[in-house]
């Protein structure tokens, strides 16, 4: 539990730090000044946002080190996610659990 909360305060740090810069639109008949805007890239509301939010960085680092163990560590990663998404909502997948 420590290790997921100190993961959570790590990924929110570096969010944060990390963020998105924005530039300002540069006129042909003056010199316009650059505004850097930072947004962060997620934001986390409440205790239930952080934690789904580190559990999904736990999970993906896991799945990520067992995708690259694939032949050639060739997948459709397009593909693997509107699967993944398809499970996760409970719709109907192109195939059955029994099948894979």
């Not at 909360?5 to 540069?26: C, F, H, N, P, S």
């Not at 789904?52 to 990663?77: C, F, H, K, M």
């Amino acid at each position: 539990m420590k290790k997921i909360l100190i993961i959570m305060l790590a990924l929110t740090t570096v969010l944060t730090v990390g963020a998105k810069e924005k530039k300002a639109k540069r006129t042909s008949k003056s010199k316009a000044k650059v505004e850097v805007v930072a947004e962060p890239l997620v934001t986390l509301n409440n205790d239930v946002d952080s934690m789904s939010y580190a559990l999904a960085v736990n999970i993906g680092s896991d799945l990520l080190r067992n995708l690259q163990t694939l032949p050639n560590g060739e997948y459709n990663l397009e593909l693997f996610l509107k699967a993944f998404n398809t499970v996760l909502k409970g719709d109907s997948a192109l195939f059955s659990v029994e099948d894979v």
